[in-house]
T-cell receptor, first 111, second 116 residues
Framework: RKEVEQDPGPFNVPEGATVAFNCTYSNSASQSFFWYRQDCRKEPKLLMSVYSSGNEDGRFTAQLNRASQYISLLIRDSKLSDSATYLCVVNKGNQGGKLIFGQGTELSVKP | EPEVTQTPSHQVTQMGQEVILRCVPISNHLYFYWYRQILGQKVEFLVSFYNNEISEKSEIFDDQFSVERPDGSNFTLKIRSTKLEDSAMYFC??????????????FGEGSRLTVL
């Protein structure tokens, strides 16, 4: 089983659509969870951290289910500028500082 | 806004040559990292560095790789004898806290290494 596994993409949606990304992780010792965004050939940038209680930032909502080792990201009212690859990221669970990235799910928002 | 800067942005080298990639992390950050991304693949952890020593390294980070913080600002990745499979985008990152603790990783724009 992959350490971090994401929905295969790409997702092609019209502007204004709601889109959901799913992610599972294999290491039950992982303590911190994130969604990063990566534009084509650019560096990853933090979109949001994911907390056990779930958290929202504007149009973005992240959820964590520790029992199922599952993380999700919901984007409401999608914009053209949301087009990017969304990376599910999990820490290894030790003190070494290693983050494990998923393969990424590509989102393309069309007018 | 403070940022992580990397040089060079692109380097082309012959197989077997030594390469040094340079990074200037954000000034008040204490933790430094190198990640790499082979074209079309996922971002992979190479090494983390804190207090002038390696905190953790991956299986990719073999004896051909080394990191150094030669002064108070630079953080370098050296590849001693490059192989074709070292061709990738190399991202430097820094953080105020240990990755996974509150606080994010800030990535540089990357150094693209092409080994011929």
């Amino acid at each position: 089983r992959k350490e971090v596994e994401q929905d295969p993409g790409p997702f092609n949606v019209p502007e204004g659509a709601t889109v959901a990304f799913n992610c599972t992780y294999s290491n039950s010792a992982s303590q911190s969870f994130f969604w990063y965004r990566q534009d084509c050939r650019k560096e990853p940038k933090l979109l949001m951290s994911v907390y056990s209680s779930g958290n929202e930032d504007g149009r973005f909502t992240a959820q964590l289910n520790r029992a199922s080792q599952y993380i999700s990201l919901l984007i409401r009212d999608s914009k053209l500028s949301d087009s990017a690859t969304y990376l599910c990221v999990v820490n290894k669970g030790n003190q070494g500082g290693k983050l494990i990235f998923g393969q990424g799910t590509e989102l393309s928002v069309k007018p | 806004e403070p940022e992580v800067t990397q040089t060079p942005s692109h380097q082309v080298t012959q197989m077997g040559q030594e390469v040094i990639l340079r990074c200037v992390p954000i000034s008040n950050h204490l933790y430094f990292y190198w990640y790499r991304q082979i074209l079309g693949q996922k971002v992979e952890f190479l090494v983390s560095f804190y207090n002038n020593e390696i905190s953790e390294k991956s299986e990719i980070f073999d004896d051909q790789f080394s990191v150094e913080r030669p002064d108070g600002s630079n953080f370098t990745l050296k590849i001693r004898s490059t192989k074709l499979e070292d061709s990738a985008m190399y991202f430097c990152a820094s953080s105020e806290y240990l990755a996974g603790a509150p606080g994010e990783l800030f990535f540089g724009e990357g150094s693209r290494l092409t080994v011929l």
